[in-house]
């Protein structure tokens, strides 16, 4: 193989590495940029909320009981669903969540880590036992949405998936404990 | 070589049967979860093959090829024999039991847990032992490599020591720093579980341990694939490499940059605030830069190669380079891949694009083509070009080789590109059998199979890579004597000890973890989270 | 022509103090911009939208208090009647893993033989086979009878007898037994569908596989039964009483979930598959 020497001075060599480096840092910016901007302005965020609870004890009592699971409207008109995922299902399977309004949905673990995205929308997040997962949205388009379990849970992984009943909000009445389940199809 | 030959060539050979084994494993995956292979398979099946098909291509695979290749580096490039040699082999026979031990704990059906396990699932005791077996096996490399660049530069004073080495120590000192992740977790945490020394486990701790772990590991598999950019694709092009400090800086920023943005991985996750994963995703932002330096760099020197070949004209010199060379091919065929994957990897760095994408089949789709294509088409590159040199014969032609580079490229194309596109569908992760009835998920089913396509033509590349190798071995040419490491247009002649070595760097590297993991990391020992209980896949 | 500029090479040290300078002053100044922004600016900014105070949304950012640094918290809510009160904790498994079978015999001799056997094989087709059968499972159904989290007229007062100790040494006795291995090919039959059912569910309705809980090894909930050799009346008369919500001391209802979707023809095949031996 050939080794011919060629004829760069060094200076034009760093020079063009450096106007390289120039164009890399304005798109280190740009993305950067782009995120700062989102967070500032529109408030997208990774899920955030540390909030630790007890999977051993969650069936028990409080928050996430089995009576309590499923959507209400609280007092203040806030939508808040709440979600347990185990092995190898979500309870409820079917959460009724209104059309252009605020939705927080709260999800916890029992046993393993879980995981679960809403087809179609930004809702995303891993359940973690020990922890509340939340995450806010805003379903813009009504639909019946497919959830499914993303993460590995164990073998019956593959089974576990809720559907999501967006409404919209003529059919979206809750009732008199504030609480909305699917319409019946 | 210094005898040094037959070191090598056991690491890439346990490397090389582990990725065969692998490929067909992930063959038949692909197709369990296809519309055609819809009734086959029980879970039971798939997640062990899941779990064996990522242990061997993400543990077996690289650490064992990067030993090798990292041997190899410390003899030719720094031209003296390999110290420590006994430690060497010792490394390599501990690793090798430690393969032994896993993949029997997977076989028996006792480590179901997939290769990025998830506590509280908790497998045999056999199966962590293993890895962590490996992991030292490792960690004598890591050693070793450091204690040659040591000896070599003080009896090289003042000297610039050799970028492939120079590399490949990089290499060996990010490992060091982020395995403390993954060991902690597996020591502290998941071991006793597994004893049943403890009945719970603390999952968002353990989580965060691995993600320490988790980025930087893949670029330990990648600083290799760049280390041949950088000292091996300039010479086989024929050209020069543009700039030797360039190459210094890239290694160093990996370095640097690699290990304190593990959160982009946990970026969807409940025990952490959006506080701590802004700050990791803003350094994660920064690890595209030596990808894209070196984008630049290596492209130039391909123009000096291809200008030096008589390319005229903006584009010219593309044409005059030697295609048919494999090492020159499989760089190019590696751009493409780079360019996509690196693409996807911006994009996942980006939670708001994150959210869309984590956990689907992108996710998939983008790590087999940045590491199963980019890298794995370049640790082939680097297997052909230096068989010569381990076994003293030469390829008979390189037609095999470069068919088989194209087989792959083509084929982690085909499968690829499909899970990208239903990733973003939002088709899911890890599944044995989806349920092609439900209109949504019939509609994935025809891409499903044009990736099963693509991984029956990666599979059919693998086997003609090991053919290709096995070959070598018996083939009547003697090795051709040529030089292998490129030079640079100007080598250095004196370098500042930042770019020669990482004292330096290993400071600021321990600055950036504890800004970036300390609270995270220290929020649990102050407030643990509620232990999940142990869900072992042994029946007690 | 090449040019090369004569200048004198500087040692290592010399050059190194610019590196060392810079290189420290843009890891910090990232590192300083990286904190500001997702520490300080952003949670701050955002919580003046959500009307939290900085200091709260800076808590937040950083994972000190719950809830995001850009929405309010909502308000919780709480009623609630357990399904179960067995709490798998660290000590329960304690007690669990230390418990005496041998005493538990004693207990097994005065109370349980009449209907389930000294080994574990029931004397009829009401009562359940215990031999072999999972330690944390008797457990928690002797756990539920005694708190009334599952009713049957001859086992609540039989549990309500025991204390937690007892139940986990009878709990460990039965464990102890060994199953009779029987050679489910020649007793049973396996037809596709349900083997289907067993090994790969149906998505279809969301159930995953029976195996994926049942099977030993599985990693599923503690309290999973073995199913494998149970008698089928006693199986189909549980199924039935988990789809009409009688039965309903399953967690979270997984298994009336499951058993309400089951067809009658399936809820008998299930229960001949696992009566045969089959795992």
């Given at each position: 193989?050939?080794?011919?020497?060629?004829?760069?001075?060094?200076r034009r060599i760093l020079g063009t590495e450096l106007l390289w480096s120039f164009g890399v840092g304005v798109l280190v910016a740009a993305i950067l940029g782009m995120i700062l901007f989102t967070a500032l302005t529109m408030g997208v965020n990774p899920p955030s909320n540390v909030e630790r609870i007890d999977p051993k004890t969650l069936h028990l009592a409080g928050e996430f009981s089995e009576e309590n699971l499923g959507t209400t409207v609280g007092p203040d008109g806030r939508v808040t669903a709440r979600?347990?995922?185990?092995?190898?299902?979500?309870?409820?399977?079917?959460?009724?969540?209104?059309?252009?309004?605020?939705?927080?949905?709260?999800?916890?673990?029992?046993?393993?880590?879980?995981?679960?995205?809403?087809?179609?929308?930004?809702?995303?997040?891993?359940?973690?036992?020990?922890?509340?997962?939340?995450?806010?949205?805003?379903?813009?388009?009504?639909?019946?949405?497919?959830?499914?379990?993303?993460?590995?849970?164990?073998?019956?992984?593959?089974?576990?998936?809720?559907?999501?009943?967006?409404?919209?909000?003529?059919?979206?009445?809750?009732?008199?404990?504030?609480?909305?389940?699917?319409?019946?199809? | 070589?210094?005898?040094?030959?037959?070191?090598?060539?056991?690491?890439?050979?346990?490397?090389?049967?582990?990725?065969?084994?692998?490929?067909?494993?992930?063959?038949?995956?692909?197709?369990?979860?296809?519309?055609?292979?819809?009734?086959?398979?029980?879970?039971?099946?798939?997640?062990?093959?899941?779990?064996?098909?990522?242990?061997?291509?993400?543990?077996?695979?690289?650490?064992?090829?990067?030993?090798?290749?990292?041997?190899?580096?410390?003899?030719?490039?720094?031209?003296?024999?390999?110290?420590?040699?006994?430690?060497?082999?010792?490394?390599?026979?501990?690793?090798?039991?430690?393969?032994?031990?896993?993949?029997?704990?997977?076989?028996?059906?006792?480590?179901?847990?997939?290769?990025?396990?998830?506590?509280?699932?908790?497998?045999?005791?056999w199966f962590y032992l293993g890895l962590v077996l490996v992991v030292a096996a490792s960690w004598i490399w890591c050693v070793l490599m450091i204690v040659a660049m040591a000896d070599w530069k003080r009896e090289n004073p003042g000297q610039p020591a050799p970028l492939a080495m120079f590399a490949t120590v990089a290499n060996a000192v990010m490992w060091l720093w982020t395995t403390v992740g993954v060991a902690a977790e597996l020591v502290f945490q998941v071991i006793p579980a597994s004893l049943g020394l403890?009945?719970?486990?603390?999952?968002?701790?353990?989580?965060?341990?691995?993600?320490?772990?988790?980025?930087?590991?893949?670029?330990?598999?990648?600083?290799?694939?760049?280390?041949?950019?950088?000292?091996?694709?300039?010479?086989?092009?024929?050209?020069?490499?543009?700039?030797?400090?360039?190459?210094?800086?890239?290694?160093?920023?990996?370095?640097?940059?690699?290990?304190?943005?593990?959160?982009?991985?946990?970026?969807?996750?409940?025990?952490?605030?959006?506080?701590?994963?802004?700050?990791?995703?803003?350094?994660?932002?920064?690890?595209?830069?030596?990808?894209?330096?070196?984008?630049?760099?290596?492209?130039?020197?391909?123009?000096?190669?291809?200008?030096?070949?008589?390319?005229?004209?903006?584009?010219?010199?593309?044409?005059?380079?030697?295609?048919?060379?494999?090492?020159?091919?499989?760089?190019?065929?590696?751009?493409?891949?780079?360019?996509?994957?690196?693409?996807?990897?911006?994009?996942?760095?980006?939670?708001?694009?994150?959210?869309?994408?984590?956990?689907?089949?992108?996710?998939?789709?983008?790590?087999?083509?940045?590491?199963?294509?980019?890298?794995?088409?370049?640790?082939?590159?680097?297997?052909?070009?230096?068989?010569?040199?381990?076994?003293?014969?030469?390829?008979?032609?390189?037609?095999?080789?470069?068919?088989?580079?194209?087989?792959?490229?083509?084929?982690?194309?085909?499968?690829?590109?499909?899970?990208?596109?239903?990733?973003?569908?939002?088709?899911?992760?890890?599944?044995?059998?989806?349920?092609?009835?439900?209109?949504?998920?019939?509609?994935?089913?025809?891409?499903?199979?044009?990736?099963?396509?693509?991984?029956?033509?990666?599979?059919?590349?693998?086997?003609?890579?090991?053919?290709?190798?096995?070959?070598?071995?018996?083939?009547?040419?003697?090795?051709?004597?040529?030089?292998?490491?490129?030079?640079?247009?100007?080598?250095?002649?004196?370098?500042?000890?930042?770019?020669?070595?990482?004292?330096?760097?290993?400071?600021?590297?321990?600055?950036?973890?504890?800004?970036?993991?300390?609270?995270?990391?220290?929020?649990?020992?102050?407030?643990?989270?509620?232990?999940?209980?142990?869900?072992?896949?042994?029946?007690? | 022509?090449?040019?090369?500029?004569?200048?004198?090479?500087?040692?290592?040290?010399?050059?190194?103090?610019?590196?060392?300078?810079?290189?420290?002053?843009?890891?910090?100044?990232?590192?300083?911009?990286?904190?500001?922004?997702?520490?300080?600016?952003?949670?701050?900014?955002?919580?003046?939208?959500?009307?939290?105070?900085?200091?709260?949304?800076?808590?937040?950012?950083?994972?000190?208090?719950?809830?995001?640094?850009?929405?309010?918290?909502?308000?919780?809510?709480?009623?609630?009647?357990?399904?179960?009160?067995?709490?798998?904790?660290?000590?329960?498994?304690?007690?669990?893993?230390?418990?005496?079978?041998?005493r538990g015999y004693e207990k097994v001799q005065e109370v349980c033989v009449s209907c389930h056997g000294e080994k574990g094989d029931s004397v009829g087709p009401d009562f359940p086979h215990l031999a072999g059968q999972s330690g944390a499972a008797i457990y928690k159904q002797l756990y539920d009878y005694r708190t009334g989290s599952r009713t049957n007229p001859m086992m609540t007062d039989v549990a309500k007898a025991l204390d937690e100790k007892a139940i986990a040494d009878v709990a460990a006795y039965y464990?102890?037994?060994?199953?009779?291995?029987?050679?489910?090919?020649?007793?049973?039959?396996?037809?596709?569908?349900?083997?289907?059912?067993?090994?790969?569910?149906?998505?279809?309705?969301?159930?995953?596989?029976?195996?994926?809980?049942?099977?030993?090894?599985?990693?599923?909930?503690?309290?999973?039964?073995?199913?494998?050799?149970?008698?089928?009346?006693?199986?189909?008369?549980?199924?039935?009483?988990?789809?009409?919500?009688?039965?309903?001391?399953?967690?979270?209802?997984?298994?009336?979930?499951?058993?309400?979707?089951?067809?009658?023809?399936?809820?008998?095949?299930?229960?001949?598959?696992?009566?045969?031996?089959?795992?």
């Amino acid at each position: 193989m050939s080794d011919a020497h060629p004829e760069i001075h060094e200076r034009r060599i760093l020079g063009t590495e450096l106007l390289w480096s120039f164009g890399v840092g304005v798109l280190v910016a740009a993305i950067l940029g782009m995120i700062l901007f989102t967070a500032l302005t529109m408030g997208v965020n990774p899920p955030s909320n540390v909030e630790r609870i007890d999977p051993k004890t969650l069936h028990l009592a409080g928050e996430f009981s089995e009576e309590n699971l499923g959507t209400t409207v609280g007092p203040d008109g806030r939508v808040t669903a709440r979600v347990i995922a185990t092995q190898f299902m979500f309870v409820p399977r079917c959460i009724a969540v209104p059309q252009r309004r605020l939705v927080t949905l709260r999800l916890s673990s029992p046993d393993v880590i879980h995981g679960i995205l809403v087809t179609g929308t930004n809702v995303n997040t891993m359940v973690v036992p020990g922890y509340v997962a939340q995450v806010h949205t805003e379903f813009t388009r009504s639909a019946d949405l497919l959830m499914p379990c993303h993460e590995y849970c164990g073998l019956g992984h593959s089974e576990m998936w809720a559907t999501v009943q967006v409404l919209p909000n003529d059919q979206f009445k809750p009732g008199p404990d504030g609480r909305v389940s699917c319409a019946q199809r | 070589m210094r005898n040094a030959e037959r070191l090598c060539l056991a690491h890439f050979w346990v490397a090389f049967a582990a990725f065969a084994g692998a490929a067909v494993l992930g063959v038949w995956q692909m197709w369990v979860r296809s519309p055609l292979g819809a009734q086959v398979g029980s879970p039971g099946h798939y997640f062990m093959s899941v779990t064996a098909h990522g242990v061997a291509m993400a543990y077996v695979l690289t650490t064992f090829f990067i030993m090798g290749f990292g041997y190899f580096v410390a003899v030719t490039a720094l031209d003296r024999p390999l110290p420590g040699k006994v430690w060497a082999w010792a490394g390599f026979w501990l690793g090798v039991i430690g393969v032994v031990l896993a993949v029997l704990a997977i076989g028996r059906g006792e480590a179901t847990v997939l290769f990025t396990f998830y506590p509280p699932l908790t497998a045999s005791v056999w199966f962590y032992l293993g890895l962590v077996l490996v992991v030292a096996a490792s960690w004598i490399w890591c050693v070793l490599m450091i204690v040659a660049m040591a000896d070599w530069k003080r009896e090289n004073p003042g000297q610039p020591a050799p970028l492939a080495m120079f590399a490949t120590v990089a290499n060996a000192v990010m490992w060091l720093w982020t395995t403390v992740g993954v060991a902690a977790e597996l020591v502290f945490q998941v071991i006793p579980a597994s004893l049943g020394l403890v009945q719970t486990i603390d999952v968002g701790l353990s989580r965060t341990l691995f993600s320490w772990t988790l980025h930087a590991i893949v670029y330990f598999w990648l600083l290799p694939a760049y280390t041949a950019f950088y000292t091996l694709a300039p010479r086989a092009a024929g050209g020069r490499l543009y700039s030797d400090t360039m190459g210094r800086l890239t290694f160093i920023l990996f370095l640097v940059y690699s290990l304190p943005v593990g959160m982009h991985h946990l970026m969807m996750d409940p025990e952490h605030g959006n506080g701590l994963k802004f700050l990791q995703t803003l350094l994660t932002v920064f690890v595209t830069v030596p990808t894209l330096l070196t984008i630049f760099t290596i492209t130039a020197s391909f123009e000096i190669a291809g200008r030096l070949r008589g390319g005229r004209g903006a584009f010219g010199w593309i044409r005059t380079l030697p295609w048919h060379r494999p090492m020159v091919l499989a760089t190019g065929l590696a751009f493409v891949m780079l360019g996509f994957g690196g693409f996807g990897g911006i994009v996942n760095n980006g939670y708001g694009m994150n959210a869309m994408v984590h956990n689907t089949s992108w996710v998939t789709a983008h790590f087999h083509l940045i590491f199963g294509g980019s890298v794995v088409i370049m640790y082939f590159a680097i297997a052909y070009e230096i068989w010569p040199r381990l076994t003293g014969r030469e390829h008979l032609s390189p037609a095999p080789l470069r068919l088989q580079l194209w087989l792959w490229f083509i084929g982690m194309m085909v499968m690829t590109v499909p899970w990208h596109w239903l990733g973003l569908q939002g088709q899911w992760r890890r599944v044995a059998n989806f349920n092609y009835a439900d209109p949504i998920i019939a509609g994935w089913g025809p891409w499903v199979i044009v990736s099963l396509a693509g991984g029956v033509i990666l599979l059919i590349s693998a086997m003609l890579f090991v053919r290709n190798l096995a070959v070598l071995h018996r083939s009547p040419a003697p090795a051709v004597a040529r030089p292998l490491y490129a030079l640079a247009v100007h080598p250095p002649q004196r370098v500042p000890a930042a770019l020669n070595g990482f004292g330096l760097w290993n400071i600021l590297v321990l600055v950036l973890m504890v800004a970036a993991y300390g609270w995270p990391i220290l929020q649990f020992v102050i407030d643990p989270s509620p232990g999940a209980i142990v869900h072992r896949t042994q029946w007690p | 022509m090449t040019e090369h500029r004569q200048q004198p090479i500087s040692e290592p040290h010399v050059l190194d103090q610019p590196w060392r300078l810079w290189s420290s002053i843009a890891i910090g100044g990232i590192l300083l911009l990286g904190i500001l922004l997702g520490v300080v600016i952003i949670p701050v900014v955002q919580g003046r939208g959500a009307g939290l105070d900085a200091y709260t949304a800076i808590c937040r950012a950083l994972g000190i208090l719950p809830g995001s640094p850009a929405q309010p918290q909502p308000s919780t809510q709480f009623p609630a009647t357990p399904v179960s009160q067995v709490v798998w904790t660290a000590d329960v498994l304690q007690i669990l893993s230390n418990a005496d079978p041998r005493r538990g015999y004693e207990k097994v001799q005065e109370v349980c033989v009449s209907c389930h056997g000294e080994k574990g094989d029931s004397v009829g087709p009401d009562f359940p086979h215990l031999a072999g059968q999972s330690g944390a499972a008797i457990y928690k159904q002797l756990y539920d009878y005694r708190t009334g989290s599952r009713t049957n007229p001859m086992m609540t007062d039989v549990a309500k007898a025991l204390d937690e100790k007892a139940i986990a040494d009878v709990a460990a006795y039965y464990a102890a037994q060994p199953k009779r291995n029987l050679n489910p090919r020649s007793l049973g039959e396996s037809p596709p569908n349900i083997v289907q059912l067993v090994e790969l569910g149906d998505p279809n309705r969301n159930i995953p596989p029976c195996a994926a809980c049942h099977r030993a090894g599985a990693a599923g909930p503690i309290e999973t039964p073995i199913l494998s050799e149970q008698r089928t009346e006693y199986l189909v008369a549980q199924l039935k009483a988990y789809a009409s919500g009688e039965r309903r001391n399953d967690v979270y209802g997984r298994m009336r979930t499951i058993a309400s979707q089951l067809t009658d023809a399936e809820i008998n095949g299930l229960a001949a598959y696992y009566r045969a031996g089959f795992k």
